[in-house]
C-alpha cells in the first residue's frame, strides 16, 4: 500500500518570515506489505525489528531511483506555539512533482511558532495524513551563511564514464574518499554560527544517501539542494532541459539565488566549491550582485552569454526575475543602513593552481577567493590506493 511521504522539509525561520521547502512523493508502507491480516503480533514486531536494524546502514542513491515518478498534492501546515496552541493552519499545492516552495510573513503571532505540524490533505478526500512534526531552524540576525558544493568538494567523486556513473549509483557516499580538508572548513564555519547548506548538481533521489553521508561527519542541520531530474525530462517544464544535465551553471546560480530568498541577505556569506567546472565564475557573479558593482540587467546579459549557461526564453526570464528580487532585498537593506555582506570564496585546487584566470569584469572581485589542497598530499595518496584496492577487490569478485 502506497501513502504520501515527504522526501524532504527544510523549514527556515527569520525575524521577516517563516521560508518552507518541501517535497512529497508516494511511497510503500512497508510494514503493510510485510505483514498480512492474520499474521501474529510477534511477527509484525519481529519485522520492526528487522527493519530497524537496517536504519543505520548507509543507503546508496539507486535505492531511491522511485523518486523519479511524481504527483501533485495539498499540503495542510499548521504552526504550533509553546503551549500547543494553534498559531496559523493554511493548506497548499505543491507542483506537478510534489514540491513546494512557500515564504510566510510573519506577524506578532507568528512569530511565537514553535514546530509545525504537515499534513497531506489532497489524496483521499475528509483525510488528513500525518506527514510529520518539524521545528524550524532559526536564522537571527547577523545572519551566517555557508554554502558548500557536494561533489569533488566534500567528496571526491567520479561520473565521467558509464562505470564511474553506476558506481556513483550503487555505492554509498562513503566509499569515495573524503576531502578532509573541506569537511574541516566546512565544520569550523558551522562551529562559528553559520549555517550550512549543501548544493549539489546529483538528482534528486541522491537525498537520503548524501545525508548519511552529512550525518556521518557530524553535520547535521544542512539544508540540502539537488537537482530535480523529473524536471529535465517534462515535455511541459523548460526550467531545466536535457543540455542541464550536463551544463551546470543555470541551475548552480538559481538555487544560490533560491537560498538567499529564503534567507535574506546576510551579514556573512561563505561559498565553498572546486575548480573542476564553473563554480568560480558562479560564485564571483553572485558576488558582483551581491556587492552592487553590476545592475541586475549587465549581469543577466553577461550570464546568458556564457558558454556554462546557455539558456531558453524561459530559464532567461526565471533568472532575470531572481536577479531583480535579489537587487530589491539588497536596497530595502541599505535603506536600514546596513552595509553590503562580507563574502569569502573558497576553491578547491584542481592540480597545483596558485591563480584562477576570471573574465575581465569580475577580476575585481578575486581578491574573495581562496584556493586550498582538497587533501594533504600523503592522505591523497592513502586515499587513491584505497579506491584502488577497493576496485580490484570487486572486479575480483565479479
Not at 514486531?45 to 511524481?70: C, D, H, M, N, W
Not at 499534513?119 to 488528513?128: D, H, M, Q
Not at 547535521?220 to 531530474?229: H, N, Q, R
Not at 536535457?242 to 561559498?271: A, F, M, R, S, W
Request: with cysteine; aromatic share 10%.
Amino acid at each position: 500500500m502506497k501513502r504520501p511521504t515527504l522526501v524532504h522539509f527544510l523549514s527556515l525561520k527569520t525575524e521577516e518570515s517563516l521560508n518552507i521547502k518541501a517535497s512529497i512523493t508516494m511511497k510503500e508502507n512497508i510494514l503493510s506489505d510485510q505483514v498480512p491480516q492474520g499474521f501474529a503480533k510477534e511477527v509484525a514486531q519481529g519485522i520492526v525489528r528487522e527493519i530497524e536494524k537496517e536504519l543505520p546502514t548507509p543507503r546508496f542513491p539507486i535505492q531511491a531511483y522511485k523518486l523519479l515518478s511524481g504527483s501533485a498534492f495539498q499540503m495542510k501546515i499548521t504552526g504550533i506555539g509553546a503551549q500547543q496552541e494553534v498559531l496559523f493552519k493554511k493548506t497548499y499545492d505543491t507542483d506537478s512533482f510534489g514540491n513546494l516552495s512557500v515564504k510566510i510573513p510573519l506577524n506578532a503571532e507568528r512569530s511565537q511558532v514553535k514546530a509545525l505540524q504537515v499534513y497531506e490533505v489532497g489524496k483521499e478526500p475528509g483525510l488528513e495524513l500525518h506527514l510529520g512534526t518539524f521545528i524550524p531552524l532559526e536564522i537571527s540576525n547577523p545572519k551566517k551563511i555557508i554554502i558548500c558544493d557536494f561533489d569533488k568538494t566534500l567528496v571526491d567523486t567520479k561520473y565521467s564514464t558509464t562505470s564511474e556513473l553506476y558506481k556513483s549509483l550503487t555505492k554509498p557516499m562513503e566509499y569515495f574518499p573524503t576531502v578532509t580538508n573541506s569537511v574541516d572548513i566546512l565544520k569550523g564555519y558551522i562551529d562559528k554560527g553559520f549555517h550550512p547548506f549543501i548544493l549539489s548538481a546529483s538528482p534528486h533521489f541522491y537525498e537520503e544517501a548524501m545525508r548519511d553521508w552529512l550525518y556521518k561527519n557530524q553535520i547535521y542541520t544542512a539544508g540540502i539542494f539537488l537537482k530535480d531530474y523529473r524536471h529535465v525530462f517534462s515535455l511541459f517544464e523548460l526550467d531545466l532541459t536535457p543540455k542541464d544535465l550536463k551544463i551546470q551553471g543555470l541551475y548552480k546560480i538559481n538555487h544560490l539565488l533560491d537560498i538567499l530568498l529564503l534567507t535574506g541577505i546576510p551579514d556573512e556569506l561563505v561559498l565553498m566549491g572546486d575548480n573542476f567546472e564553473s563554480d568560480p565564475i558562479i560564485y564571483l557573479s553572485l558576488t558582483s550582485l551581491l556587492k552592487e558593482t553590476q545592475d541586475p540587467w549587465q549581469l543577466w546579459n553577461y550570464l546568458r552569454k556564457l558558454e556554462a549557461f546557455q539558456m531558453n526564453r524561459k530559464q532567461n526570464s526565471i533568472l532575470l526575475n531572481k536577479v531583480y528580487q535579489i537587487s530589491n532585498l539588497l536596497s530595502a537593506r541599505t535603506e536600514k543602513g546596513k552595509g553590503y555582506p562580507e563574502i569569502k570564496i573558497f576553491i578547491r585546487k584542481k592540480v597545483d593552481e596558485t591563480s584562477i584566470e576570471m573574465p575581465e569584469s569580475l577580476n575585481q572581485h578575486s581578491s574573495h577567493i581562496e584556493l586550498y589542497e582538497g587533501l594533504p598530499p600523503s592522505l591523497a595518496i592513502k586515499e587513491s590506493q584505497k579506491l584502488k584496492s577497493k576496485e580490484a577487490l570487486e572486479q575480483k569478485e565479479e
